[in-house]
């Protein structure tokens, strides 16, 4: 019999997993979900220190299937980031993990989207992106390009909202496109963004087997695999590996340092993307769309964002865990406070 593998905090992958998929077999989702069991396994985080979040569609059960050890809330749809945002500044110690999908996102919850983008929340966004309203027979979502065209009805004829060049606008610190089929990569880049401090958004291909796998359209599973612009080889090294242990490939490469000191390493394949240039992450994904491809990768990264807790200001010790008489003010500093609003 062989011995169970354990990760650096000594716990084997079982105590990362979640309850069994109902989702249709095939589902980009599932795919994910494993990856955010192997990333959070890999990462050697607590799993009783990660805090799952998601609001409604199919993307947003999938919480019930990885992480079972870990907290979980399941909100009104689209409003899953207002509601990380509340247990994120009470015990902001917790790993914020949000998944979400293009209807929850780009429709209903894009004001919520936007604003904890600009707070600079400090938590991990999957969004899992299928073109499709899945859980209500597959109509086109906000997300899906013009001219893209279902198994069944008329094609697409609005344009897109692209989720990552409005992250990119306001400012997000970490933004990367990624497909379901691409295991390594995805999970380098989400081994990265839980490594990463604020707004970490990932914007991930997840074809719809049961409505959108046709080869008409774009977000199909052969469709994506035939025309994926990778911007680079990727490639993840925890902060605790020893260096001697890390093979650095041939060819040009970044690596950017990230906020627990683990890296990304960023091999060169196509044209020679800088990932601190907004603009430039902008312009990959401006000349991807223009030939119907899909941009993938680390798009952009700006490490030097102050987090929403510390542009707060708040303590050290997470609010969850002050006493009453560290929580309320003094009779005296109370006094002191109102005479300041009568001033």
């Not at 260096?243 to 627990?260: A, R």
């Amino acid at each position: 019999m062989r011995p169970v593998k354990l990760n650096v905090i000594e716990l084997p992958k079982a105590d990362y997993q979640g309850g069994k998929s109902t989702l249709c077999p095939g589902c980009g989702h599932d795919q994910i979900s494993n990856v955010i069991i192997q990333a959070a396994w890999e990462n050697g985080i607590v799993p009783e220190k990660i805090a799952k979040m998601s609001g409604i569609g199919c993307s947003s059960k999938t919480p019930a299937y990885f992480l079972g050890k870990s907290h979980g809330f399941n909100t009104v749809h689209g409003r899953m980031p207002s509601v990380t945002t509340g247990a994120n500044m009470v015990n902001k110690d917790l790993t914020f993990l949000g998944v979400s999908g293009d209807g929850d996102t780009a429709s209903i919850g894009i004001g919520q989207f936007v604003h904890a983008i600009r707070r600079n929340l400090n938590m991990v966004y999957i969004i899992e992106n299928n073109g499709v309203y899945g859980l209500t027979k597959g109509q086109y979502s906000a997300t899906v390009e013009k001219g893209s065209k279902k198994k069944k009805g008329a094609t697409n004829e609005n344009p897109p909202i692209d989720l990552c060049k409005m992250a990119i606008n306001l400012g997000c610190g970490f933004v990367a496109r990624s497909f379901s089929g691409s295991k390594k990569q995805l999970t380098a880049l989400l081994k990265a963004a839980l490594s990463h401090k604020g707004m970490a958004v990932i914007d991930v291909i997840s074809p719809c087997v049961t409505f959108a796998n046709n080869d008409e359209s774009y977000r199909s599973y052969t469709y994506v695999k035939a025309n994926d612009e990778e911007l680079h080889n990727v490639g993840y090294i925890a902060h605790f590996t020893p260096i001697e242990e890390v093979e650095i490939p041939e060819g040009e490469f970044k690596e950017i340092n990230l906020f627990d000191g683990s890296r990304l390493h960023l091999e060169t394949i196509a044209e020679d993307h800088d990932p601190s240039d907004a603009v430039a992450a902008l312009a990959a994904i401006h000349e991807a769309e223009k030939e119907n491809k899909h941009v993938t990768g680390l798009l952009y990264h700006n490490s030097e964002l102050k987090s929403a807790d510390e542009a707060l200001g708040l303590t050290q010790t997470p609010l969850i865990d002050l006493d009453k008489n560290e929580l309320r003010p003094s009779e005296k500093t109370l006094a002191e406070i109102n005479d300041g609003f009568r001033a």
